[in-house]
């Protein structure tokens, strides 16, 4: 394809990549202040209890403790990060009378190193009144059942209603119907630095934060809502972050917990989790209960679908509740339905958290919706790509009263993987392969934040000899959005990447934005990087044309730092030149643009929707149960790609975790406690097990994005597991219906298999 | 616990430090020496974010005391770079993009020059399974692979 851009789709060295090959890149973790303090906090060992005393005293008296903080050295607000609806803000950070979850902060301890703060937790007495626990949305959602919050009825957090068409009328049209229950276990986001946070109040009654998050300014809001401080008062700074995957954008222990401490103490003070801490009290993918009714004609064209969802909540909202919402919407994705119902429960229990993770809810929609298509053309002897073709999104679809289809590559992404299975010939026995459609969003419309500020902002500044400031509030968490920016930025400019200098991740400096999720950072602050870049440009274009005199029908741009005549490219200025004499000419005012983005009239969900289709093959040892992927190729829309080296790393990215998902990544908990809390027991992917990740990219464009891109490297965690699952069906019949899928329960699906195959034949 | 008096040279300084003896070799690079390259990813000696090289040896920096190491020399990421001038692996993570949050990157380079030092002609295979000690959460694993591949087919050979 013939790039049009000068700097869009071709390759960059990521901006904030010598610093990150050469160890300079300073993290929170890495962060010291001088006079700082360590904290460390005491958790709950009970899955359920009452507080009814906490005494310090003779934590206070070890040498070098320096304050020891709980509950009720707090204001007891109640947070959320749905902060517009306050019965969703159902969390104090340090409880003040009860206890939810087993790893629960009880109580904060300073001290003049982590080694004494950790002896001094030992030396605090919790009394505590043990109540009965609730582990599982089923039994919690029982009459009678233990309380989590008091007078929430049978523990039911949130509820979530989707319905278009009339359902029923379509079952009774459909030929087939095919029910199953699905379970999709939780995962743990992992990432390589554990939270971390130094907070530092001083006697000017101001708060600075060094915090690893994903939204500097939600952090920023949720902490001033707590401490009763005024957002401005507060500056939240993440220098370079560690990873994210969602489960780094609420209000976590170690920003409120070190806040508290230091506003006591006016010292710095540093909490950094231990590994299982942060296994245990950070939060997790939420875990689902599927229940999925699918109607079709006998040719495979889908009529209904019909799915209740029960999730295990845990002990608190945070984004669960978008959670809730995204799985029900994106397990009709990517196929037209006449009839669509969903309904989604959310129930809390006595366990960690729930929340957002890589996918939002989708990975678990789609491994029961996908995997479900493909048993009902197994039942009806049709092809499964041939189904998926024939009920797929297409362009300038509209899912009634939800979203508006803008660009959509589904059916080439079919077309690619097809042919890419023919190439794969005949395989050995055991080893299959199975596909999965997906898509995602690019960012969520929806303000429950209650945000005053746009969606995205960002403010370009062009210094004297050309260079320039680039202030945006999106994060970069390792996911390249500072790169994606300032390539968005130089393109539009009409300069090189290296002109540009990005400065992200301080609320004192950037202007807000709504930070790294729901990948919404290519499409909205690149927008607003767009927009703001365009009005710099728009300023020193205004200056050239007035030099230049052309007629006014003929108008100018800028490329690779020459300003010039569109019709006419050789008759032009320099760059730099014009920037110094349009300095002059505005009194020595900064050229300066501002561009923001916020979602009007975008349906319920996304401005632009992404598409895929990817096959996975895997080989399944029918003795021991084991899996191991082979390949994981992946047919991908993204719209126009914006960052190649991010895109590939961003895709391959997702793909090591969800196929993790698909059959690693376990959280067994009993009574409550995670029964593998650290990286011998808790299985990640590692560089032998990762398969080969082709991707082909599907060319499109899509309206609504920054030079018509849209999202990537979230969405693609979704079809992995369910793909995964198709090929284990395809090489053994087998139809899992639990994720992730471990080799225990492949072996006893097997066994099951044979013993009704032994019954038949007895029969 | 009496304090011991070590020598050790990181990056080609030598250092005199005075230490508890319980002090883990990570220890004493990051809050000793004061060089933060280098992660710590857990407790259990299973993420690699600690990676050091000693004596040509990829170690994780939190499976050996400082004492171990004493009158040692001792490579952190903070020694790849010379003068400006980024080595073969550096410049094959930033070709390939071979890191995102960066987190795991200081051990993974560790690991992966320690490797390529040893094994100078590896198969994609030999390599995975030499950076098999080493998580990284973000990348997938496939751009380090690429990466350690273009160093040992002698892209970044200096003439």
Redesign the interface.
């Known amino acids: 394809m013939h790039n049009k851009y000068s700097v869009i789709n071709t390759p960059v060295?990521?901006v904030?990549?010598?610093?990150?090959?050469?160890?300079?890149?300073?993290?929170t973790?890495?962060v010291q202040l001088p006079g700082m303090l360590y904290g460390k906090i005491l958790r709950s060992p009970h899955p359920h209890a009452k507080i009814l005393n906490i005494d310090a005293t003779e934590a206070l008296k070890l040498p070098g403790v320096k304050a020891v903080v709980s509950g009720k050295d707090t204001l007891g607000i109640k947070q959320g990060i749905w902060r517009r609806y306050k019965e969703l803000c159902d969390e104090q950070v340090l409880p003040m009378d009860k206890v939810r979850y087993i790893g629960e902060p009880v109580a904060a301890v300073a001290a003049v190193t982590e080694e004494i703060a950790e002896q001094a937790l030992d030396l605090i007495e919790v009394e505590y009144e043990v109540l009965d626990a609730v582990y599982e949305p089923f039994d919690a959602i029982k009459k009678g059942a233990p309380e989590v919050h008091e007078g929430i009825e049978r523990n039911l957090n949130v509820t979530r209603h989707i319905e278009w068409g009339d359902v029923d009328e379509a079952f009774d049209d459909a030929d087939y119907i095919r029910e199953d229950w699905f379970k999709c276990g939780g995962q743990h986001h992992?990432?390589?630095?554990?939270r971390a946070c130094v907070s530092s109040y001083t006697p000017e009654k101001r708060l600075t934060v060094y915090a690893s998050t994903q939204a500097p300014y939600y952090t920023q809001g949720l902490l001033a809502g707590v401490l009763g401080m005024r957002e401005g008062d507060i500056r939240v700074i993440a220098p370079?972050?560690?990873?994210?995957?969602g489960g780094k954008f609420e209000l976590d222990g170690a920003m409120f917990c070190s806040a508290v401490l230091s506003m006591k103490l006016f010292r710095p003070v540093k909490i950094v989790f231990?590994?299982?801490e942060d296994l245990i009290a950070s939060k997790r993918r939420t875990p689902m209960f599927y229940y999925v009714r699918t109607g079709v004609k006998k040719d495979g064209t889908f009529c209904a679908r019909e799915s209740r969802v029960f999730t295990n909540g845990g002990a608190y909202t945070g984004m669960g509740a978008t959670a809730l919402y995204l799985t029900g919407f994106f397990h009709s994705f990517p196929y037209k339905w006449r009839g669509y119902r969903y309904d989604g429960y959310r129930v809390y229990t006595n366990t960690m958290p729930s929340t957002s993770m890589r996918g939002f809810g989708a990975p678990q929609a789609m491994f029961c919706s996908e995997q479900q298509i493909d048993w009902i053309a197994a039942d009806l002897g049709l092809d499964p790509i041939e189904v998926r073709r024939k009920n797929g999104h297409t362009p300038g679809y509209e899912v009634p009263g939800q979203a508006f289809i803008g660009s959509c590559g589904l059916d080439q992404s079919l077309d690619k993987i097809e042919e890419w299975i023919k190439s794969r010939g005949k395989l050995p026995a055991n080893r299959a392969i199975g596909i999965s459609a997906a898509g995602f969003m690019s960012g969520g419309i929806f303000n429950w934040f209650d945000t005053p500020y746009s969606f995205s902002s960002a403010v370009v500044t062009i210094n004297e000899d050309g260079t320039v400031e680039l202030h945006v509030g999106c994060q970069d968490?390792?996911?390249?959005s500072n790169t994606t920016m300032a390539i968005i930025c130089a393109e539009t400019l009409g300069v090189k990447v290296e002109d540009v200098k990005v400065h992200s991740g301080d609320t004192d400096h950037c202007p807000a934005d709504l930070g790294a999720w729901g990948s919404r950072q290519t499409l909205m602050a690149g927008n607003a990087t767009k927009m703001a870049a365009a009005e710099a440009k728009r300023q020193l274009l205004e200056f050239a044309t007035a030099k230049m005199g052309p007629n006014i029908v003929y108008d100018l741009d800028i490329k690779d730092r020459w300003v010039h005549l569109v019709s006419r490219p050789e008759k032009g200025l320099d760059y730099t030149q014009v920037v110094k004499e349009a300095l002059r000419g505005k009194e020595g005012q900064r050229i300066m643009g501002r561009g923001f983005y916020t979602p009007h009239r975008k349906g319920m969900i996304s401005p632009a929707y992404s598409y895929m289709v990817q096959a996975v093959e895997a080989e399944i040892d029918e003795e021991t149960g084991k899996i191991g992927v082979v390949n994981c190729v992946t047919a991908h829309d993204c719209g126009q790609p914006i960052n190649p080296?991010?895109l590939?790393?961003?895709l391959?990215?997702?793909?090591?975790?969800a196929v993790g998902y698909g059959y690693l990544e376990y959280m067994p908990f009993e009574d409550g406690k995670m029964m593998n809390p650290?990286?011998?027991d808790y299985k990640?992917?590692?560089?032998?097990e990762?398969p080969?990740?082709e991707v082909i990219e599907i060319d499109t464009f899509e309206p609504e994005g920054p030079y018509g891109a849209k999202e990537a490297g979230e969405g693609l965690t979704n079809p992995t597991a369910a793909a995964l699952g198709n090929a284990i069906f395809h090489a053994t019949g087998l139809q899992m219906k639990e994720c992730p899928i471990l080799p225990e329960a492949v072996l006893n699906a097997f066994k099951e298999k044979r013993e009704k195959e032994q019954e038949k034949k007895n029969a | 616990m009496e304090k011991h008096l070590i020598h050790i040279t990181v990056n080609g300084h030598e250092y005199e430090l005075y230490i508890n003896p319980k002090t883990l070799l990570i220890e004493a690079i990051r809050d000793y020496i004061g060089l933060t390259g280098s992660k710590r990813g857990c407790e259990t000696v299973s993420c690699g974010a600690c990676t050091v090289i000693i004596e040509g040896m990829a170690v994780k920096g939190c499976s050996v005391l400082a004492m171990q190491a004493d009158g040692l020399n001792v490579t952190t990421v903070e020694g790849l770079e010379q003068n400006g001038k980024l080595s073969a692996i550096q410049k094959a993570f930033l070709d390939e993009g071979a890191f995102q949050c960066g987190f795991c990157t200081s051990g993974m380079l560790m690991s992966a020059k320690a490797f390529l030092d040893e094994n100078p002609n590896p198969t994609t295979h030999e390599i995975r399974d030499g950076i098999e000690g080493n998580i990284c959460r973000c990348t997938g694993y496939n751009s380090i692979v690429r990466a350690m591949s273009s160093v040992a087919q002698g892209k970044y050979r200096e003439e």
């Open positions: 060295h990521n904030d990549g010598i610093a990150k090959v050469t160890g300079r890149a300073t993290y973790f890495d992992m990432c390589m630095e554990t370079y972050v560690g990873g994210g995957f231990t590994r299982e968490i390792g996911q390249g080296i991010g590939i790393g961003q391959e990215g997702a793909a090591s975790m650290n990286l011998v990640v992917i590692r560089a032998p990762m080969e990740c």
